[in-house]
């Protein structure tokens, strides 16, 4: 069946309009999924009985299960939610003074296969629909009764290996009459897929678009990150370049420093070149070793030198706060899991 929850609100309007109902019905129905957050038709009591009835033969409304729910040392605190197909997926939710943000999954495993990334080597699935990717938010709000005020897709999958539906989510996330959170409050984060950063840029969203650049010459980057070797720096930066001239947004670059790899000051050096003058902000991640993996933390005395070195050159940079890494919440541990 059908989940209701994959519609934006003018696809719904539509749907109801092939039903032969109202559209301002699905306006209803969108505010008691996004706003009162209700998980059956039966709660929609300014329906009329047989509009529900009508609704229940049409459609599904996606509810998660929580299969887990671990709690960091700082807060952090991560969902195992199962997606009613023997799929797990993680969703992480941190809690700033500003508010509380949600990192959500886009896809059940990832295709990518960033060599320092806990989300490879466990295989790639499927895309998450619309409607799966907004569950991971109103599943949240119900379980710790909370409103949520920003989004990031930085948990597992490549957001833009699933375009449109992570867009299609967007606007549901978007939408006023929908979760109400601003395109400003929403991060979207790519590994690099260049032709998708194009059209990105073209839907003038207002999104902030954080780049995963770890490296600055396309022998370190591509070793790192396979996709390096279908779309090179020099295009990474050109479709960055486009993004900003047509939203008028900085950019986020992160950068994952790992020791004896990427942390030295000529690597600091070139990406002060490569990121001269553009409107940005580089995030300073201390890598997260990971099972089998070559990579391991640099030290902080030398994440402490390589911000100080792009500060000092006119390129803003800060550290990230580690969170969840207790509970292998922080970034890049997180894992698809199968249920049976
Ligand atoms: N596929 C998208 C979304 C994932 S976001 C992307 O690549 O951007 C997760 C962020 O965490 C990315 O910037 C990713 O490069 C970074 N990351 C992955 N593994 C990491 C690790 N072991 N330590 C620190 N950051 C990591």
Redo the contacts with the bound molecule.
């Keep these: 069946m059908k989940n209701i929850k994959d519609y934006n609100l003018d696809e719904l309007k539509q749907e109801f309009i092939k039903l032969g109902e109202k559209p301002y019905r699905a306006e209803q129905v969108f505010k008691w999924l996004y706003t009162t957050n209700v998980t059956t038709f039966d709660e929609m009591s300014n329906l009329s009985l047989e509009l529900r009835e009508k609704l229940k033969n049409e459609f599904s409304i996606c509810v998660y299960n929580i299969i887990k729910k671990q709690e960091s040392s700082d807060g952090t605190k991560k969902y195992l939610f199962d997606i009613l197909d023997t799929n797990a997926i993680e969703t992480v939710l941190m809690s700033y003074h500003h508010g509380y943000t949600i990192?959500v999954s886009?896809q059940v495993g990832?295709k990518?296969g960033?060599k320092?990334?806990?989300?490879t080597g466990i295989q790639f699935v499927r895309n998450l629909t619309a409607g799966e990717i907004v569950e991971q938010i109103l599943a949240v709000q119900r379980d710790e009764n909370i409103k949520i005020s920003n989004v990031?897709?930085?948990?597992?999958?490549?957001?833009?290996?699933n375009y449109d539906n992570v867009l299609n989510a967007i606007k549901i996330i978007n939408n006023q009459k929908g979760l109400n959170i601003g395109a400003r409050h929403i991060s979207v984060?790519?590994?690099?897929l260049v032709p998708k950063i194009y059209d990105f840029a073209n839907e003038e969203l207002q999104c902030t678009l954080?780049?995963?650049l770890?490296a600055t010459t396309n022998e370190k980057r591509s070793a790192m990150?396979p996709i390096n070797n279908k779309y090179s720096i020099e295009e990474l930066m050109e479709a960055c370049k486009y993004y900003i001239s047509k939203t008028n947004k900085r950019i986020s670059f992160?950068y994952?420093l790992a020791k004896d790899n990427n942390e030295s000051i000529e690597d600091a050096k070139r990406l002060v070149k490569l990121l001269k003058g553009m409107l940005c902000h580089v995030n300073l991640?201390?890598?997260?070793?990971?099972d089998n993996?070559k990579?391991t933390k640099s030290t902080n005395e030398n994440i402490m030198k390589f911000r100080d070195y792009l500060n000092d050159n006119g390129i803003v940079a800060t550290i990230r706060r580690e969170l969840g890494s207790d509970i292998d919440a922080?970034?890049?541990?997180?894992r698809r899991k199968n249920l049976k």
């Excluded at 984060?189 to 690099?192: D, I, V």
């Design positions: 990192c886009s990832c990518m960033c320092f990334c806990a989300s990031v897709f930085m948990g597992i999958g490549e957001p833009f290996d984060s790519t590994s690099g954080s780049i995963s770890h990150m992160e994952a991640i201390p890598i997260n070793p990971i993996g990579y922080a970034c890049g541990q997180l």
